[in-house]
């Protein structure tokens, strides 16, 4: 059986906790921050919520199999990243959920830690890298690229040979033209259409050609890697 340990206490967490145990994970905790832990929350869905430092968040790590964690875009995805990262240098292998009600092509490329819902279709040759949500309705187009740690909002199109750059966040109904690349660490905010390449740390607004003028990594108070 594999046992997996879920990060996170949020609704995105509760999420995992529906659809994961649907799946052929048994769950046996949920972990945060001890900061985080909010007196009177001991339990998602039946499951325990215990502190990552304790001795008792400590003996799940060590009873578990696998992990995800249940993160979105805090800090342009660098939350999510650095629990991967802290968890995976702990032995544990890292969980993916793909949707049955999603279309993946059978070329397609996927990488690891993924969390892809309904609804999704990734298009022939297209690649998802690791560490990725694709959260309902998208569209990944043939041979594009979404590089790892980025999270797909809902009801967004990615066209064809266009790649999204690491770190980066595309917002609810965006659409990126054929062709274009999307820079590394970006903000993409709602209803955009990106009808060119950007450079990386952009954000942009209401339209693709209308570049915000702060940074994103400024903007969410990022330390630039």
């Excluded at 993160?71 to 999510?80: D, G, Q, S």
């Excluded at 830690?113 to 309902?136: D, K, M, P, R």
């Amino acid at each position: 059986m594999k046992k997996l340990i879920i990060f996170g206490a949020s609704s995105f967490a509760e999420i995992a906790n529906a659809y994961f145990s649907e799946s052929d994970f048994q769950i046996i905790a949920h972990l945060v921050d001890a900061v985080y832990l909010i007196e009177g929350t001991h339990s998602i869905l039946g499951i325990p919520v215990l502190g990552i430092d304790t001795p008792e968040g400590e003996a799940a790590i060590f009873d578990a199999t696998h992990f995800y964690v249940a993160a979105t875009y805090t800090k342009m995805n660098r939350v999510r990243t650095s629990k991967y990262q802290l968890l995976k240098s702990k032995g544990l292998e890292p969980a993916s959920y793909i949707s049955p009600h999603a279309f993946i092509d059978k070329s397609a490329k996927l990488g690891k830690h993924l969390f892809i819902f309904e609804n999704n279709v990734i298009q022939y040759g297209a690649t998802v890298e690791n560490n990725c949500v694709l959260w309902s309705g998208n569209h990944i187009g043939h041979h594009s690229t979404i590089q790892e740690n980025v999270f797909v909002s809902s009801h967004v199109v990615v066209s064809g040979h266009s790649t999204i750059g690491r770190n980066s966040f595309l917002g609810v109904n965006c659409s990126i033209y054929n062709n274009v690349s999307v820079g590394n660490d970006n903000w993409i905010a709602p209803n955009c259409v990106i009808d060119k390449s950007t450079a990386d740390n952009s954000l942009y607004r209401i339209k693709g050609t209308d570049k915000h003028l702060i940074s994103p990594l400024d903007f969410f108070k990022v330390d630039s890697e």
